[in-house]
């Protein structure tokens, strides 16, 4: 298996526009993760998926975040508008039996 | 809520010493624990888990950790550190009341010297 898939590896834009990122999680597993890593913050829980739908949300920063898992195999996290704030690596996991299993990341920068 | 606590922002040791990164946990029973490191640029790669039963746990690149339920503790070991585990290590604990919800510790950054 190739491992959870994130792209782009990297993003950079300006604050105001829209950012899609992107995840293939490893073929069978029914959780997703998307966490947000900062120097300041961590590791940070954004939202989690069962089965392709929405667990817990309750990390997502604002309302200008959102994440959809239209299917087993794919998921998004769109930021819209993006501000500089935003600026971070952002990871997708994915999981079967408690152990996530991580992409390589998004790092993302809003000018 | 759960929580970690990983106290050594920043670890130097030998090539060739033993090492023991610290994690303590805050859970009201049994977790679920793990170790991660992070070369710098990538993911987080799984280095070994408890879920239950013997203590200690081995995991991949020689390293073993063992669960100390009265100090609420999962340290990490390694009897020979190489230059390449020089890295990013953070502990994890979930609940095991399901949902493979994980909470990470703030990491200990690893250095290695020749």
């Known amino acids: 298996d190739a491992g959870v898939i994130q792209s782009p590896r990297h993003e950079v834009t300006e604050m105001g526009q829209e950012v899609t990122l992107r995840c293939k999680p490893i073929?069978?597993?029914?959780?997703l993760f998307w966490y947000r890593q900062t120097m300041m913050r961590g590791l940070e829980l954004l939202i989690y998926?069962?089965?392709?739908?929405?667990?817990?949300d309750s990390g997502m920063p604002e309302d200008r975040f959102s994440a959809k898992m239209p299917n087993a195999s794919f998921s998004t996290l769109k930021i819209q508008p993006s501000e500089p704030r935003d600026s971070a690596v952002y990871f997708c996991a994915s999981s079967l039996t408690g152990s996530l299993f991580f992409g390589s990341g998004t790092q993302l920068s809003v000018l | 809520a759960q929580s970690v606590t990983q106290p050594d922002i920043h670890i130097t040791v030998s090539e060739g010493a033993s090492l023991e990164l610290r994690c303590n946990y805050s859970y009201g029973a049994t977790p679920y624990l793990f170790w991660y490191v992070q070369s710098p640029g990538q993911g987080l790669q799984l280095l070994l888990k408890y879920f239950s039963g013997d203590t200690l746990v081995q995991g991949i690149k020689g390293f073993e950790a063992e669960f100390k339920r009265s100090q609420s503790s999962f340290n990490l070991r390694k009897p020979s550190v190489h230059w390449s585990d020089a890295a990013e290590y953070f502990c994890a604990v979930a609940g095991t009341g399901g949902g493979n919800k994980l909470t990470f510790g703030t990491g200990t950054q690893l250095k290695v010297e020749l």
């Open positions: 998926f069962n089965n392709n739908v929405p667990i817990d």
């Open positions: 073929s069978g597993h029914d959780y």
